[in-house]
């Protein structure tokens, strides 16, 4: 399995925010608002893996105070991670796209609401991307192992 690669989750992002700015143009007047539950939920799923990360590269650096972590967790971590970097990629980008169609609508209500609530999501998304890529990078096995063991 290759690391994940920080340009192809910005182009998600990107891609998917042009598209959802441009299809958003004839719809959106007939949606409901932007829900607001996404920004703490993916908050919180950032800080998960922010946490998860940490405490993984303490396990497999074998840290005083720690236990060596399993090898087949530290696969499902990693799943985790790229499952939640391309997520948060789609994700934001789909937020971004609502933001810059919101964008033009300031001076009303609904929009400006949905504006502040897409970006707020959209940013939660990139901290999420963060977030797993950093498990992902904290998932690696150290090169030079002092005792030949992993």
Not at 23 to 40: C, G, K, M, N
Not at 88 to 113: D, K, M, N, S, Y
């Amino acid at each position: 399995m290759k690391p994940t690669r920080p340009g192809v989750l910005v182009g998600i992002l990107v891609v998917l925010a042009v598209l959802t700015w441009s299809l958003l143009r004839p719809f959106y007047s007939d949606l409901q608002a932007v829900p607001w539950t996404a920004i703490p939920t993916v908050l919180l799923l950032a800080v998960g893996e922010f946490y998860s990360g940490w405490m993984t590269k303490a396990r497999i650096e074998r840290r005083p105070g720690t236990e060596p972590v399993e090898p087949l967790a530290v696969a499902r971590l990693v799943a985790l991670a790229k499952a939640s970097a391309y997520g948060g990629a789609v994700f934001g980008g789909i937020f971004a796209g609502f933001a810059l169609h919101t964008v033009e609508l300031l001076g009303q209500e609904v929009p400006r609401r949905d504006f502040f609530v897409a970006g707020g999501s959209m940013l939660t998304c990139v901290l999420l991307v963060c977030a797993a890529l950093y498990l992902e990078y904290c998932c690696k096995v150290p090169k030079d192992t002092s005792d030949g063991e992993r």
